[in-house]
């Protein structure tokens, strides 16, 4: 499915300049008219990116950006300003958007910030699918070994002062070597996010996240 853009610009032409031109780059696109137009646009639509222009009539832009922040976090911003609204488009930044441009709009620019911004917003969300994924496996793979390692520490506390103390000792050891066990899977979780995942989201690369969590899983069982 191609990713959904709205445009929103008082301008007609221009509107009507970068649907076609985005279309053409292979985006599904959808126009407005205004802040309060685009809103409704969004209420019953999902999408990707929302092109969004600063100075518009009845509802402008930076009060639109605040909507959509609120409204709808999934869908990433980019201001459209010119010259004289510079110091406005920074704001805009510090308030959510994820990029701006300045007018006269150049296509090339354009197409390439929005496919590197939307690779990168399905790279998050690949992210964050494996981190909870990761969340999962870690509270369910250390439950239980914590609730056996309390088990055997009470046991070997009951056992404190009376004259056989082999039992106590083999609990004892049985508490350390799970804890080992534990530490090292820990280390290796930790290990694999670093090198897989950071390194693939800082190169741009999209995320398999079929394929990680089976090298993952590869890597459990070598630990256990």
């Known amino acids: 499915m191609n990713d959904k853009i709205l445009v929103v610009d008082d301008e007609e032409s221009l509107r009507l300049t970068m649907k076609l031109k985005l279309k053409a780059a292979g985006f599904d696109v959808d126009v407005a008219e205004d802040g309060e137009a685009a809103i409704e646009k969004l209420k019953g639509q999902k999408f990707d990116a929302v092109l969004l222009d ?43 958007a994820r990029d701006y441009l300045v007018k006269p709009i150049d296509t090339t620019e354009l197409i390439t910030r929005l496919k590197s911004l939307l690779r990168s917003k399905s790279s998050e969300q690949a992210l964050f699918e494996v981190q909870r994924q990761y969340s999962s496996i870690f509270f369910n793979d250390m439950l239980g070994p914590l609730k056996e390692m309390r088990d055997s520490l009470e046991k070997a506390l009951k056992l404190k002062g009376k004259s056989d103390t082999s039992q106590r000792e083999k609990l004892i050891t049985d508490v350390h070597d799970k804890c080992d066990k534990m530490a090292k899977e820990i280390q290796m979780l930790l290990d694999f996010s670093h090198t897989e995942i950071e390194k693939k989201t800082s190169e741009g690369a999209s995320i398999n996240t079929t394929e990680l969590a089976e090298r993952l899983k590869q890597l459990r069982e070598k630990v256990k």
Request: glycine share 10%; charged share 15%.
């Open 54 to 96: 600063i100075n518009m009539p009845r509802m402008s832009g930076i009060e639109a950006l605040g909507i959509i922040r609120q409204q709808f976090p999934q869908t990433e911003t980019i201001m459209l300003t010119g010259f004289a609204d510079f110091s406005t488009a920074i704001e805009c930044l510090k308030n959510g």
